[in-house]
């Protein structure tokens, strides 16, 4: 009698299929956990999360002497940054990491430890994640106000690079130091 070809590849394929499954399982659940609590704002109104945001980026500045004023657009969704009596940038819900969080954390539990550790790398990643992105808007305003014609090169690659970058090296030093496939 023929074995399986479909259940051998099965067993051989186990651990990625479990790391995917629960990956986009995790990813999915964050998500709609997420838009839920989106969908409890107005379309005009800005949400907590990106309003914290705007406030850990003026505290930033203003601990720096900046010449910074954020408010809420009167008519958008979206707080403006002000630098130097300049509108330079807007801080949109997009530009409150949660999205990168979300992914972060998808793919730790997805590679999962011990629990404790896990929760502890899940909450110190996310919380280094949210700093290095209040700390990407501000350079940000001040970059854009000085070199403005330079926003697709600061916004659209050299930050995003960064980001991903830097979620890139917590991911590695995750699995190769505290997931359960670390050696």
Known sequence: MKKNPVKKYLVQFKPFLIFIGTFFAAYVLLTIIYKSYLNNFESDDVDGI???????????????????????????????????KDYVIRIVEGCNAVSVMILFISFVVAFSGKIKT??????????????LNV??????????????????????????????GLVFALWVLWVNKFSKYAK
């Open 135 to 164: 700390g990407r808007i501000a350079l940000l305003a001040i970059l854009l106000f000085h070199y403005p014609e330079k926003l697709h090169l600061l916004h659209g690659v050299l930050f995003p690079l960064i980001i991903y």
């Open 50 to 84: 990106t309003l914290l945001v705007g406030s850990n980026v003026y505290w930033l500045m203003d601990l720096f002497n900046s010449d910074i004023f954020i408010q809420k657009s009167i008519s958008d969704p979206w707080l403006e940054v002000w630098y130097n």
């Open 118 to 131: 896990t929760l502890f790398f899940i909450l110190s990643g996310t919380l280094f994640i949210y700093i």
